[in-house]
């Protein structure tokens, strides 16, 4: 495929990617998502990720990791070469100083009733939900399940603070929780901050269904009455509160911890 | 005192405000620091905290919590109320939509040599910095030291993350970390992401110093080589790494949970 240049901002594929970067509905209906920048975009295509499109800012059309790119993915995807001004009105609206891609939002398949997973219901910040996907990967917990209420998990900016989390995750979107929680065969905790069970009490070296409930209103009461318990972090301190992705990052990793000690 | 009204841009208590909002070098020299919002503001008085002047959105004069909080402070701080445009223009640089308020920085004194620490070396991200003081508040580890290079804990974006952690804690400034470290009687545990221990290895129950490095560089050779062995966290996940806020928070609730077993 040949490489295009694009200098007019009035571009429909400029306009279309507009559209995406600002739009989480047309995210959705598209089946895409915009990747900013060369770590994501490499990070996403290492995972087996689709990319679709490459808009690059003909600045940096010479830097040695954007040459591998263009090379890497070969013909299957439509590169373009953006003249610097028109790339600096689209990426107005990122931080990507170097490239935007555009990637297929991949569908992952249900896992198995007895693998651990993590049930996020209406998160809504950006940066709170790319934190928990970071710690989700960091600690091998692979499987998540997302309300239709939470923040577009594709966005820009979750993203970015997900550092690449994504494309090692199974993302469930829309996904039914209360179908997802009944239908698991393991251990299923709730977390809320007037929980009566320690987090520190339980066991986690068999499979695992932690569920984080929005930053205001915590977890639903529907979704509650599904667990056995509602567990807490104990806090000594005199702070109000852990935010939910501190939360989610301290039972992820108390899973590490157990699982560790079990293998001894 | 009797109320002002300010109604010009021009004001010069106005113009320090700017100035102390924007400028870590202006607040350091001062002893100053400025709080965003009812919450902050309340957070600092409950806690022992001392104002020294409020601004108030005329708009907002009226709000229950404001009332409440300008007749607490009685006749020792400086109430003025600001017209809605002017300001709006000082808050341009803030998110606070009700009131700005000046207070003391406090100068704590330094602990005994066995009482638990946290030592954070050149800690850039206001963010990252205002999510370690909340895991360290909700924890229970209040003394914190801080080097030089880091960014000003009491900026408005760190006291923003922070969520009144700050007030809970006892923060030390400017901190030769290798003095703090060498003068404290317990475990001396550096995190760094090549660490050969695992932190689920240690023995926390004791008094511990954890010390945190910068997001690029990690700890410096020169406070590694006082500590007897660096400490990582395990990640058996894909994904690259926790940032240093996740990685302190998992590290401070490990220490809660050994102290928890070990109350039984």
């Known amino acids: 495929m040949p490489i295009k240049t694009i200098s007019s901002a009035h571009n429909n594929d400029l306009k279309d990617l507009s559209r995406l970067l600002q739009n989480a509905r047309d995210r959705r209906k598209s089946g895409l998502m915009v990747l900013e920048g060369i770590h994501l975009a490499t990070a996403s295509l290492e995972a087996g990720g689709e990319l679709t499109a490459l808009y690059i ?22 590169v373009s070469y953006i003249t610097p001004g028109v790339f600096a009105k689209v990426t107005a609206l990122t931080s990507a100083p170097e490239l935007l891609a555009l990637a297929r939002r991949p569908v992952p398949e249900r896992p198995a ?29 692979n499987e998540v399940f997302l309300s239709k209420g939470c923040v577009d998990v594709y966005s820009p900016k979750v ?77 000594p301190g005199q702070a109000e509160s852990l935010n939910v992705a501190m939360a989610a990052t301290v039972c992820l990793f108390e899973r590490v911890r157990q699982l560790e000690a079990q293998a001894g």
């Open 113 to 141: 009733a007895h693998v651990s997973r993590l049930l996020l219901e209406d998160i809504q910040d950006p940066g709170n939900l790319g934190t928990i996907l970071r710690s989700a990967a960091a600690s091998g917990v």
């Open 159 to 235: 993203l970015r603070a997900g550092m690449g989390a994504h494309f090692v995750l199974n993302l469930h979107e829309a996904a039914d929780l209360e179908a997802v929680l009944n239908d698991f065969n393991g251990s299923k905790l709730v977390t809320a901050l007037d929980g009566a069970v320690s987090l520190y009490s339980q066991d986690l070296t068999g499979p695992v269904a932690f569920v984080f409930g929005n930053e205001g209103s915590g977890v639903s009461t529907a979704l509650q009455a599904l667990a056995p318990a509602r567990i807490k972090i104990p806090m």
């Open 57 to 78: 800012n003909a600045e940096a059309s010479a830097h040695p990791e954007i040459v591998q790119l263009v090379a890497s993915v070969g013909e299957r995807v439509a």
